[in-house]
């Protein structure tokens, strides 16, 4: 035992001087050494030895970029040198989520429960479904006084939960129109101007006087808004008030009254039953006060002032429809009644010779072609029987007539629209020394929307007038008149409107002609107040010597309507 011990201290001893002699050779050689360089690959403590995991091709454990063998890693918890593991775990499927959602297992979630009342939201759009309709841009309301007040209710709003949405009030087509005012189920809407100006030949005199004058003029209409029947009420009216007077020259008789104030009324009330769909029942109540026009034949010389007449009257009809066919058939009934006239001299006289009952029917056949073209045929008859049976020159003026027209009404791409219509008009006397009063009949009423700021109208009537003159059985009066309307702003309108009247005194020399010009500014403050101002010129001219006059009437004024 201790020779083995003796042995190996002998062989270390050996090996150790064998190494340091070595190592002297080693110091005292000159020639050169060489030696492995220090990398990073030398100093990774992985297993793999000299190459790092990221550049084993078959260690491959991440899409990472490789690291650059050039950088000297100095921790071995840098994240880059983390090595990552082959296979990944698996991830978890959903549990311990919400109710709802969305699950990738395809499992069946809880539905969302809502309070009462609550809006619940639309299903998604699948593939085939149509596209969600475009909500319409809400514009801005313009600023004004009525913005700093309180806001509404919620449920005025719309902007309670569950509350349907509020449906929209279309654009109103004219924003200066009146609003009106809510009585019960009628629409009632009112307004009066009030007008100054001057006329320059108030009473149509050959030699000119003139006069200022103050007019004003209300009005009231009123309609129902039911879906069946019908009301309508529409009511005129004007008074016309001058400075002067014109009395005559002393021991002279005017032809003019001394006091030339008008007053003038219109109005009538419309009613419609409607029994069945194709069945209904029109029914109407008139009223009209008025005095014979400066100028007139019919006026008494050395007069006071006009005396006015009124004429009150009713009609009472049935109306059916057969397919396109539509048969009209109404009754009238009529009264026209006249004041006494008022002398200069104190005195007066009546006219009763005037006054006379009117009874009549008329009857309209109506065939619809198109939708915008429906052709008539209409005929009319009456009967006038006057209070007094010979008028104050001895001529018996009771009498029956009528006329007989045909026409269409059309509406072309809403463009045009009204009715036209030609006929024949005659009426005869009871006194044989009075002539059958005829003529042609034309009737019109076109509307023409040459552009959405320019409207041009077109109205035509005839009509058969009494008269006072000697051996003149009436006089066929023909009115044509043409409007035309241009909105250089909404709230600046102009109007131009001319107007010709003949008037065929029959079996008598005298014709009548008639002409007016006219010219009108309106300015809208809002839709309560308007400003407008008028230019007048009316011309007479008749073939009767001294019978032929002109006037100029200038006024402005201020319309106010609720």
Not at 338 to 351: A, E, R
Request: hydrophobic share 35%; with cysteine; net charge positive.
């Amino acid at each position: 035992m201790r020779i083995g011990r003796v042995r190996d201290r002998h062989n270390r001893a050996w090996a150790n001087g064998a190494v340091s002699a070595c190592l002297c050779l080693s110091l005292l050689t000159p020639s050169p050494a060489f030696s492995q360089a220090l990398t990073s690959d030398l100093l990774a403590p992985v297993p793999g030895g000299f190459v790092s995991p990221q550049n084993l091709p078959t260690r491959r454990t991440t899409d990472a970029p490789l690291q650059p063998t050039g950088t000297l890693q100095t921790s071995q918890l840098s994240p880059d040198r983390i090595p990552q593991s082959i296979i990944t775990p698996p991830v978890p499927a959903v549990s311990g989520a919400a109710g709802t959602g969305f699950d990738a297992l395809n499992r069946k979630r809880k539905q969302t429960k809502y309070y009462p009342g609550a809006k619940k939201p639309k299903p998604p759009v699948g593939p085939g479904s149509p596209p969600p309709p475009l909500v319409p841009e809400t514009r801005p309301s313009p600023p004004s006084a009525k913005a700093a007040k309180p806001p509404v209710a919620p449920s005025v709003a719309g902007t309670v939960v569950g509350q349907p949405p509020r449906r929209r009030l279309p654009i109103d087509p004219d924003p200066y129109a009146p609003t009106g005012v809510r009585v019960g189920s009628l629409l009632v809407k009112s307004a009066v101007e009030i007008y100054g100006g001057f006329d320059n030949n108030p009473a149509r005199f050959v030699q000119p006087k003139g006069s200022s004058f103050y007019k004003v003029a209300p009005e009231l209409l009123a309609a129902t808004d039911w879906t069946r029947h019908s009301i309508i009420v529409d009511l005129r009216g004007s008074f016309t008030g001058y400075e002067k007077q014109f009395p005559a020259a002393p021991f002279q008789t005017s032809p003019a009254p001394e006091n030339v104030d008008r007053a003038e009324f219109n109005g009538k009330i419309a009613g419609r039953l409607d029994v069945a769909r194709d069945l209904r029942v029109n029914s109407e109540m008139r009223m009209r006060v008025g005095a014979d026009n400066p100028g007139s034949p019919n006026i008494q010389a050395g007069l006071k002032e006009f005396p006015l007449f009124t004429t009150t009257g009713g009609s009472l009809g049935v109306e059916k429809d057969f397919n396109r066919l539509q048969i009209k058939v109404d009754g009238l009934v009529d009264r026209t009644v006249y004041q006494d006239s008022k002398l200069t001299d104190g005195t007066q006289t009546n006219n009763n010779d005037r006054n006379f009952n009117q009874y009549g029917g008329v009857g309209r056949a109506t065939y619809e072609v198109l939708p915008g073209l429906k052709p008539f045929a209409e005929v009319q008859g009456d009967v006038r029987v006057h209070d007094d049976r010979a008028d104050r020159f001895g001529y018996l003026r009771d009498s029956s007539g009528g006329y007989i027209k045909a026409g269409t009404t059309f509406e072309f791409t809403r463009l045009l629209t009204g009715e036209a219509s030609i006929g024949y008009a005659a009426r005869s006397y009871t006194d044989t020394r009075l002539e059958v009063l005829k003529g042609l009949l034309t009737s019109a009423s076109l509307i023409w929307t040459a552009t959405p700021l320019t409207t041009a109208k077109f109205v035509s009537t005839t009509s058969i007038d009494e008269t006072t003159v000697p051996g003149v059985p009436g006089i066929l009066t023909r009115t044509y008149t043409v409007e035309v309307n241009h909105d250089f702003r909404r709230w600046l309108t102009a109007t131009g409107k001319f107007t010709y009247v003949t008037q065929d005194y029959q079996e008598n020399f005298r014709f009548d002609k008639i002409y007016s010009l006219q010219g009108d500014l309106v300015y809208k403050l809002n839709r309560e107040i308007q400003l407008k101002a008028q230019v007048r010129r009316d011309i007479l001219d008749s073939n009767i010597l001294g019978a032929s006059t002109a006037s100029t009437v200038v006024m402005l004024g201020v319309r106010l309507q609720r």
